[in-house]
């Protein structure tokens, strides 16, 4: 069962695009929403995170928006470049436990 | 700054073999993780640690085992290896609800 719902799997875009990816998660204990970022033979590494109190949070060119009573939370890349091309992973975590989700591969387009 | 160190980066076991990964970090964290990474999967829970001594189930724990050897290292073990586990594995460490360090991952297949 699934805890973190990742969508879509793959994505396209031009550079200069705003990539969207989204996520839900089940369970309401969870706490803390970090994204990660992973590079071909790599391991993920945090991009940027939320916690439930706030809405929205921006670093740099990459937003998180949050829907506490939806349960879901979306990442935005803001004038995406060809070195933004990664799978991105969304998470979400309670005490000890962090659950991710299955991943997007984003291709960025020159 | 080594971070999340993992070994071996490659191995190839037969079905049936035994092998152990190793992790250690040199962050001071309490928390220690591994995850499984498979195509259209995800990164997948088999185990978590959150303090020295003491180890939990994550969402796939059948076929492996854990051993919290002291804070620094957490340790995975396939008793007898199988098809299935083809896999890259990842170990990582965090701070409580903090941030988590991910290793390098080790690519492991079966056959």
């Known amino acids: 069962q699934q805890q973190v719902k990742q969508s879509p799997q793959s994505l396209i875009v031009q550079k200069g695009g705003i990539p969207i990816i989204n996520c839900a998660y089940e369970n309401t204990a969870f706490d803390y929403f970090p994204w990660y970022q992973q590079f071909p033979g790599k391991g993920p590494a945090l991009l940027i995170a939320i916690r439930p109190d706030v809405s929205e949070k921006k670093e740099g060119r990459f937003t998180i928006s949050f829907n506490k009573s939806a349960k879901q939370f979306s990442l935005h890349i803001m004038d995406s470049q060809p070195g933004d091309s990664a799978t991105y992973f969304c998470?979400?975590?309670?005490?000890?436990?962090?659950?991710f989700g299955a991943g997007t591969r984003l291709t960025v387009k020159p | 700054n080594a971070g999340v160190t993992q070994t071996p980066k490659f191995q190839v076991l037969k079905t049936g073999q035994s092998m152990t990964l190793q992790c250690a970090q040199d962050m001071n964290h309490n928390s220690m993780y591994w995850y499984r990474q498979d195509p259209g999967m995800g990164l997948r829970l088999i185990y978590y640690?959150?303090?020295?001594?003491?180890?939990d189930k994550g969402e796939v724990p059948n076929g492996y085992n854990v051993s919290r050897l002291n804070k620094r290292e957490f340790s995975l073990r396939l008793e007898s290896a199988a098809p299935s586990q083809t896999s890259v594995y990842f170990c990582?460490?965090?701070?409580?609800?903090?941030?988590?360090?991910f290793g390098q991952g080790t690519r492991l297949t079966v056959v």
């Open positions: 990582a460490s965090r701070f409580r609800n903090t941030e988590a360090f």
């Open positions: 640690s959150a303090s020295e001594g003491t180890t």
């Open positions: 998470a979400a975590s309670r005490g000890n436990d962090m659950r």
